[in-house]
């Protein structure tokens, strides 16, 4: 049973985990970008680097938002969004892992796990936002 305190000042853990999940992901966007650019749906316009370093900003921002307590109702409604909006570009990377000769059975399956992890990613950005 929490304490009147803690019902005052629910748990935040979401919030700063998915924070990390987001700041590292960004610096990754622009550290090792050649993955990302290989995840982006090929149907899209323009060149897939420019969606990875927009991603990356993104993911930034948003994880920034999510550390800050003044900001971080909107940086959790964002990441919900987020999670959501990048749902294809994690479908394609499952499809052309799936495909190929170069990626070990494990990755396939790796890649095709990885998709309904989408779903916690969601409602923990949701429950961030509620307890904000």
Do not use: C
């Amino acid at each position: 049973m929490r304490n009147a305190d803690e019902k005052q000042h629910p748990s935040q853990a979401a919030a700063y985990r998915l924070s990390a999940l987001l700041l590292g992901a960004g610096v990754l966007h622009f550290a090792s970008p050649k993955f990302f650019d290989s995840t982006v749906p090929p149907q899209l316009p323009g060149e897939a680097r420019t969606y990875t370093y927009v991603s990356g900003a993104a993911e930034l921002a948003i994880g920034s938002a999510l550390a800050v307590p003044r900001t971080r109702r909107v940086g959790a409604g964002l990441a919900a969004a987020l999670f959501v909006a990048v749902f294809p570009a994690n479908i394609q990377m499952a499809v052309d892992w799936w495909r190929s000769d170069k990626t070990t059975q494990a990755q396939k399956i790796g890649a095709l796990v990885r998709l309904p992890l989408q779903i916690p990613l969601v409602t923990q950005a949701l429950a961030a936002r509620r307890r904000a």
